[in-house]
C-alpha cells in the first residue's frame, strides 16, 4: 500500500512527472488551496487525482502546465525543472483537455488541430498528414469532418476533435479536467472505452481530474484521493483503493457497493466463458432437439453462416414454430457484449436480457460465449480472494512507515 | 405623395441615430431583401427629380439645386461620414481591447465616463463650442465633433463583444501555448467581430445624421442644402436636402449591413 507522501511505485520506474512540496495560497485566503503536495507520475500512465468539490485537484492540475503559478514548490517534467520556464512553451509539449472542450468556433476542425503543430514550427505537409492521422485515430473521416466547424458537431465529436487537438504536437503529458464531464452517460461510456482504447496505442503520461470515483476507478491506472488543499489520502492502484481503503475518508468516498464497482476493474475476456447450445440457421428442428436434450440450459442460440447471433430458440418454439425457418420463430438475441467491456457492463445488460445471459462477441460479432450470473458469482469470490491477499502483503510491508504516521 | 415624403424625411434625421443604436441581428437574407432597400431608395429618388422638375425653379431654388452643387454636397456629407467612422474606429477599437485588459481595471470606470459624456452633449452644442470659444471652423472642428459624438458605441460594443468571448475558449488557448497577444488577435478579436461591427454600423449612421449639423460651422455636406432651404424659405430645397439625407443614411445603413455579413467568421 502507498501512502500520503505520494511516491508511486511503478513498473516502468521511470517518474514523468514530479511535483515537489507544491502549494498555491491565493491572496485573501485563509488557507492554502493546495498545500505542500509531492506526487511522482510515472511515466505511460494514467493517474487520476480524484476527490469532493474543492478539495483542489483541478487547481493542482492546472498548476503542471502553469494556467495557475504555483506559490510554493517545484514541477518536475521529465527530469527538467519548469517552475520557472517559459510558460506558452512548456504548454506547447502538454495536451489540454478541458470539460468544456473550448473548440475555437470560428476556426475548422483543421484548424482547431493544426494550432499548436503552426505554434511548433512544423511545414503545411507534415500538419496536413497530421490532421487526418489525429481525425481517424479518433475515429471521424477526415475528409468529411476537416472543414467543419465545431457548431457542426455533435457533443461527443467535439470531444473527440478536443482530444484530437490535445495530440496534435505528439506531448509526452496530457492533462485533462473532467473531460467526460458534460457528457450524456451513454456517449460517455463510448468515449471513455475509445480513450482507453487509444491510450493503449499511444501510451501518454495522464493527468486526470474528475469527481466521479467510478471514473477514477475505470481510467486510472493509479488514483491519488485528495481531501481539502489537496492532501493525499491515498495514492494507489484502482483495486488497492477498492479492497483495502487507507482510512475513513477513502472508505467513504468510494461509498458503498466497493465489491460492486471493483466488476468495473474485470473485463468480460478475463472470464471464465460458460457454452450454451448452438445451432447453424440453416440446421432442421430435429438438430436442434438434439442439441437442447443434450444440455440442461433449455435454449439454444442459433448462429449464422459467420458464426453470429441471430435468434434464441426452446423446445416450445420448435413445437408452436412447426416447419418455420430458424430465423422466424423464437426471441432476437439481447445483451451481445464484446470481450473488453467490464463485468460492469456485462452484468448491466444480463440483468435485463431474456434468460438473464450476455452473449460475448468478437470484434468482428462473432459468438464466443455466454455470460450468466454465475460467472460473474465467481469473478467476484475471485477478485476479493486475490486483493485480500495482496492487501496482507501490503500491509506486512508497510508496517513500519504505518507507525510511523 | 411629395408632401409625405418631405414630412418622412426630415424627422428621419432625428430618429436614425436613436433607431440605430439598437441594431436588429438579421438572420440569413433571402435575395428579395436584399433588393429591397436599393429599389425603394431608387424609387424615392426617382420621385424627388420628377417633383422637382414639374416646379418652376426661381433663381435662389436654381443655384441650390444643380447637379454639381448637388453632387459635391453628397461628397462632402460621405466625406464627414466617413473619415469621422474611420477614426473612430482608430480610437474606440484599441481603447475597447485596453480597457478589457484584466490591469486597467482600476481606471476602466474613468475612461468610460468619458465617453460618455462625448455622447450625452449635443452634437451641435460641441460645434457652437469649437466655433465661439476656439475659432475652430470648417472641416477637421466637424471631424473632431462627430468622433467625440461616436466613440461610445464603438467603444461600448467592443469592450462587450470582447468580454462575452467564452472564458473556456481563451483558457484552452492559453493552455495549448498560444501567448497572450496570439490569443487577442487570433481568437477574442475574432470571436468579437459581430458585435463590434454592429457599434462601427451603429456610429456610422450618428456619424451621416450628425453631419448634417457640420454645415453651421462650414463644414459642407447635404445640411448645406438644408439650412440654404430653411433659411431663405424655399419648401422645394428644404426637401431636396430633407429627402437625400435621408436616402444617403439608409444607403449607408443597408451597405454596412452587408459588410457586417460579409466580414462576420464563418462557424459562428
Known sequence: ?405 | MTQTEGESGAPDLATAPAAAMAPVRRERRTLGSYLFMPTFLALVLIGLYLYVQSQELDSIEQRSLNASNVGKAIWEHVQLAAVSTFFVILIAVPLGVFLTRPFTRSFRGVLLTIANIGQAVPTIGVFALFAVAFLFLGFPAAIVGLVAYAVLPVLRNTMVGLEQVDENILEAGRGMGISKFGVLTRIELPLAVPIILAGVRTALIINVGAATLAAYINAGGLGRILIAGLSTNRLTVQIVGAVLTAVLALLIDYLAGIAEDVLRPKGL
Open chain 1, 1 to 405: 500500500m502507498t501512502n500520503a507522501t505520494g511516491t508511486a511505485q511503478n513498473a516502468s520506474g521511470r517518474t514523468m512527472i514530479k511535483l515537489e512540496g507544491l502549494g498555491k495560497q491565493y491572496p485573501k485566503e485563509p488557507k492554502p488551496a493546495v498545500d505542500n503536495l509531492t506526487l511522482e507520475i510515472p511515466e505511460g500512465e494514467i493517474v487520476i487525482l480524484v476527490g469532493p468539490s474543492g478539495c483542489g485537484k483541478t487547481t493542482t492540475m492546472k498548476m503542471i502546465n502553469r494556467i495557475i503559478e504555483p506559490t510554493s514548490g517545484r514541477i518536475i517534467l521529465d527530469g527538467e525543472d519548469v517552475t520557472k520556464a517559459d510558460p506558452d512553451q512548456l504548454r506547447r509539449k502538454i495536451g489540454y483537455v478541458i470539460q468544456q472542450i473550448g473548440l475555437f468556433p470560428h476556426m475548422t476542425i483543421a484548424e482547431n488541430i493544426a494550432t499548436v503543430p503552426k505554434l511548433l514550427g512544423w511545414d503545411g505537409k507534415r500538419i496536413d498528414a497530421r490532421i487526418d492521422e489525429l481525425l481517424q485515430t479518433v475515429s471521424m473521416a477526415p475528409e468529411t469532418y476537416r472543414n467543419r466547424y465545431p457548431k457542426q458537431l455533435s457533443g461527443g465529436q467535439r470531444q473527440r476533435v478536443g482530444v484530437a487537438r490535445a495530440l496534435s504536437g505528439d506531448p509526452a503529458v496530457m492533462l485533462m479536467d473532467e473531460p467526460f464531464g458534460a457528457i450524456d452517460p451513454i456517449t460517455r461510456d463510448r468515449l471513455q472505452n475509445e480513450f482507453l482504447r487509444l491510450q493503449a496505442q499511444v501510451r501518454k503520461t495522464i493527468v486526470f481530474v474528475t469527481h466521479d470515483i467510478d471514473e477514477a476507478i475505470k481510467m486510472g491506472d493509479r488514483i491519488a484521493i485528495l481531501q481539502e488543499g489537496s492532501r493525499i489520502a491515498q495514492y494507489d492502484t484502482p483495486e488497492q483503493i477498492l479492497t483495502a481503503p487507507a482510512d475513513d475518508f477513502v472508505a467513504d468516498f468510494i461509498g458503498r457497493g466497493a465489491s460492486l464497482k471493483r466488476l468495473n476493474l474485470s473485463r468480460v475476456r478475463d472470464t471464465q466463458l460458460s457454452q450454451w447450445p448452438t445451432v447453424q440457421l440453416g440446421d432442421d428442428h430435429s438438430t436442434v432437439l438434439e442439441a437442447l436434450r443434450s444440455s440442461d440450459k433449455g435454449f439454444a442460440l442459433v448462429l449464422d453462416e459467420q458464426r453470429r447471433p441471430r435468434r434464441w430458440v426452446s423446445a416450445p418454439d420448435l413445437q408452436r414454430g412447426e416447419g418455420r425457418a430458424l430465423d422466424q420463430i423464437g426471441l432476437p438475441p439481447e445483451a451481445i457484449v464484446e470481450p473488453q467491456a467490464t463485468l460492469n457492463d456485462a452484468l448491466n445488460e444480463l440483468i435485463t436480457a431474456n434468460y438473464s445471459v450476455a452473449i460475448v462477441v468478437n470484434a468482428e460479432g462473432a459468438y464466443q460465449g455466454i455470460v450468466d450470473i454465475d460467472s460473474i458469482n465467481e469473478a467476484i469470490r475471485t477478485m476479493r480472494t486475490d486483493a485480500r491477499a495482496r492487501a496482507r502483503v501490503g500491509l506486512d510491508v508497510d508496517e513500519p512507515e504505518q507507525v510511523g504516521r
